[in-house]
């Protein structure tokens, strides 16, 4: 599993209440809406991460 490194996010009220509104119909905490958006907008311009070697799933083979 990755690391996650806390940092403050400045945003102005109703985007946040927007997200966590949006959050709450997707059964997700609002950091969690807010990471799942960064990286759908990461990914649609090519830009997400790569999984490094520690990061992906143990098969049982």
């Given at each position: 599993?990755?690391k996650?490194?806390?940092?403050?996010l400045?945003?102005?009220?109703?985007m946040?209440?927007?997200?966590?509104?949006?959050?709450?119909?997707?059964?997700?905490s609002?950091?969690?809406?807010?990471?799942?958006?960064?990286?759908?907008?990461?990914?649609?311009?090519?830009?997400?991460?790569?999984?490094?070697?520690?990061?992906?799933?143990?098969?049982?083979n």
């Amino acid at each position: 599993m990755s690391k996650k490194k806390a940092f403050a996010l400045r945003i102005n009220e109703e985007m946040l209440n927007a997200i966590e509104k949006w959050a709450s119909d997707e059964f997700r905490s609002t950091n969690g809406q807010i990471e799942y958006l960064l990286m759908q907008a990461l990914k649609k311009a090519n830009r997400h991460p790569r999984q490094s070697n520690n990061d992906t799933p143990k098969s049982d083979n």
